[in-house]
């Protein structure tokens, strides 16, 4: 009885509470920096079924601001709605990068709407869910221990949920000579409302370029005087699947610039490496003593690319934490740690050291003209040495890559589309064009292969590569790395080898013509007499020049791949029969759509068969739409079913 008692008084009590809270007005989030965030939530459940979504950003905001000494503040509020635990870990635990040594970092506000309050209240942060720590990359790097990654913890989570975020990182000296940005509006859910705001001196103008349907800034005078420009869009798709390294290709951005003209730039940028070169008389001793064998230019700078990966373990950080000016050269060798601006100033130090000409190159593997049109820093994606024989008539010409310590002597194969030489006389970007014609970067590879009673299976080989999928720095060097390389290639395709010899007809950093010889040491008969011969997927071909972000298993994706140039590839595999029949070849294919070709063609040519695969990718940049065409291409190209050649003696 007592406990149908208590049974009864608890549904009475909920009831009351129901009643009571019908009457009462909704409790209300209020307003944050200017937004209603109440009338954000509901245009979010009136967009969207919030039932299927892990989150909806109800606003998404950067504001640049800078003072009249130079002082840049920006700042980063983000309101998100929360629905499942996935969406958790992306928004309610967040790593924020810094550098203590030029910059403050402020939470301004972290809290949590939940059974109608917010947890804390709006002028509290909670003292446990701001912590800072150092990235783990520094943890055996004294020298960057300015470098900081603080955690920001919201507390009180509980499913559904709002959360709001606002910080503020401050640079006292961010914007005194310049500064530039790019802002991608769409994000990783889908928003209700992105913007950007940058807020200036009045006198002060700084230039702005959109594209892909971004606005235009609208320009307002603040009751101070100072000038706002305001960029917003409403109801934003969420940002393409799989992400793609630069998603100003397909996503509406703002780029900002600060910066007064290309000049500027080009003096601020070359003077942080001109003036941090110094080595010392030791370094260079030792360095005189591991060049000493190397009487060659190209085995020189080869020999310093092994030097500083040998001696200086590269530091992985962020980007924004590399804000500072970089150490001399001969500390980042002292100490045998250093980020990617240290190895390069670094690498152009020992490279000078060595009678080479050697300046930074920043390199954009995309081209866009408007960008084209602003000085700065954030369109480029990539950072290399560009390193030249130090005396007229030398053969080197070469990048460095001070991240992965790779040299390359194909330029093409760097992604370039867009290239910056700072400490050149001429300050302007300039553009590699898309190649017109497919046949520009081409793979072409035959194969003959013929069996011998006493001499076992032979065959001779021929390759013509041109341009992006040109081999030479595989196979350039002062040893046999010309023989082992094609060695790799004709045993990707048909298994091991041995190459006996080769003679180059072309051989440069664009094109590379060359036909070489070889014996195929393992093709063995099976018990029931039969030779299997595997076509395999050429080593150094298309396959091996796309994108990280393709993946085949992916049936379908928002974002479009982005590759480097028009392919076209061609492997041609000749077995002589002699006095045997063939058992089993592929079946022919033959594929043709908007993103390329795909054919396979099985053949006899007198006494002997011949396999021909073809695949040409047409466009270097591929819609989502289209992901389905060049998906079946490749997929073609994969298929292990479709290599296998069974012969046997008659």
């Not at 909920?14 to 509901?42: K, N, R, T, V």
């Not at 700042?75 to 709605?81: F, G, L």
């Not at 390069?344 to 920043?362: E, N, S, T």
């Amino acid at each position: 009885m007592i406990r149908i008692r208590c049974r009864y008084a608890v549904s009475i009590v909920i009831m009351i509470l129901s009643l009571y809270s019908s009457i009462l007005p909704a409790a209300s989030m209020g307003s944050s920096e200017g937004h209603d965030l109440d009338a954000l939530l509901a245009r979010a459940g009136e967009t969207c079924d919030l039932s299927q979504e892990d989150a909806v950003i109800l606003l998404a905001s950067q504001r640049v601001s800078i003072g009249d000494d130079g002082t840049m503040k920006t700042r980063v509020h983000y309101v998100v709605w929360i629905g499942t635990g996935t969406a958790i870990h992306q928004y309610a635990d967040l790593r924020i990068p810094w550098n203590s040594a030029v910059s403050r970092l402020d939470v301004i506000r972290l809290r949590t709407w939940r059974e109608g309050m917010w947890h804390p209240s709006e002028s509290e942060v909670s003292e446990t869910a701001v912590v800072e720590t150092l990235p783990f990359a520094v943890a055996r790097a004294d020298d960057y221990t300015a470098m900081r990654e603080t955690m920001l913890l919201h507390d009180g989570i509980e499913l559904p949920c709002v959360i709001e975020t606002v910080y503020e990182i401050t640079e006292p000296e961010g914007s005194l000579i310049g500064a530039d940005g790019i802002w991608i509006f769409q994000q990783d859910d889908r928003a209700v409302m992105v913007e950007f705001i940058m807020e200036t001196p009045a006198g002060h103008m700084p230039r702005f370029v959109t594209g892909k349907g971004a606005p235009v800034p609208v320009k307002s005078v603040l009751s101070d005087g100072r000038v706002r420009y305001v960029s917003s869009v409403e109801y934003v798709p969420r940002l393409g699947v799989p992400h793609i390294d630069q998603p100003e290709w397909h996503a509406p951005f703002l780029y900002w610039s600060t910066w007064k003209d290309w000049q500027s730039l080009a003096d601020r940028t070359a003077a942080t490496f001109e003036d941090f070169l110094d080595l010392g008389d030791e370094i260079r001793e030792r360095l005189n003593e591991g060049l000493a064998d190397e009487l060659e230019d190209v085995s020189k700078v080869a020999r310093i690319a092994s030097m500083i990966d040998e001696r200086v373990r590269l530091v992985r950080c962020d980007p924004r934490l590399m804000l500072t000016e970089p150490r001399q050269a001969s500390r980042t060798w002292e100490t045998g740690y250093g980020h990617v601006a240290d190895r390069a100033v670094l690498a152009i130090a020992l490279f000078r050291a060595a009678g080479m000409k050697a300046q930074p190159v920043y390199i954009s593997t995309v081209f866009n003209t408007y960008l084209w049109q602003l000085p700065g820093l954030s369109i480029f994606d990539r950072r290399l040495i560009h390193v030249q024989s130090g005396t007229d008539g030398g053969c080197l010409d070469a990048w460095y890559s001070p991240r992965t310590g790779e040299l390359i002597r194909n330029r093409y194969s760097t992604g370039i589309r867009m290239s910056w030489l700072p400490c050149s006389e001429y300050v302007l970007p300039t553009r590699t064009e898309y190649s017109k014609d497919i046949s520009d970067n081409s793979f072409d590879l035959t194969l003959s292969i013929e069996h011998d009673e006493n001499a076992g299976w032979k065959g001779k080989g021929y390759l013509s590569a041109k341009k992006l999928l040109c081999p030479i720095d595989r196979m350039s060097g002062l040893h046999d790395e010309a023989a082992s390389w094609l060695q790799k290639l004709a045993g990707s395709v048909i298994g091991e080898v041995k190459v006996t010899s080769y003679n180059p007809y072309i051989f440069n950093a664009q094109a590379i013509s060359t036909g070489f010889d070889f014996d195929a040491e393992n093709i063995p008969e099976d018990t029931f007499g039969r030779v299997r011969i595997y076509s395999g997927v050429p080593s150094g071909g298309i396959l091996d020049m796309l994108p990280g972000d393709l993946r085949l298993y992916h049936e379908h994706r928002d974002s479009p791949v982005v590759l480097q140039d028009r392919m076209s590839q061609r492997i041609l595999l000749r077995i002589r029969k002699n006095s045997m029949k063939l058992v089993h070849a592929p079946e022919p294919v033959s594929i043709e759509n908007a993103a390329g070709i795909f054919r396979l063609e099985v053949r006899s040519e007198g006494e002997w068969l011949v396999i021909e695969r073809e695949l040409e990718i047409k466009t270097p940049g591929v819609q989502p739409e289209e992901w389905p065409m060049l998906r079946a291409l490749l997929l073609e190209e994969k298929d292990a079913s479709s290599r296998a050649i069974l012969l046997k003696k008659k």
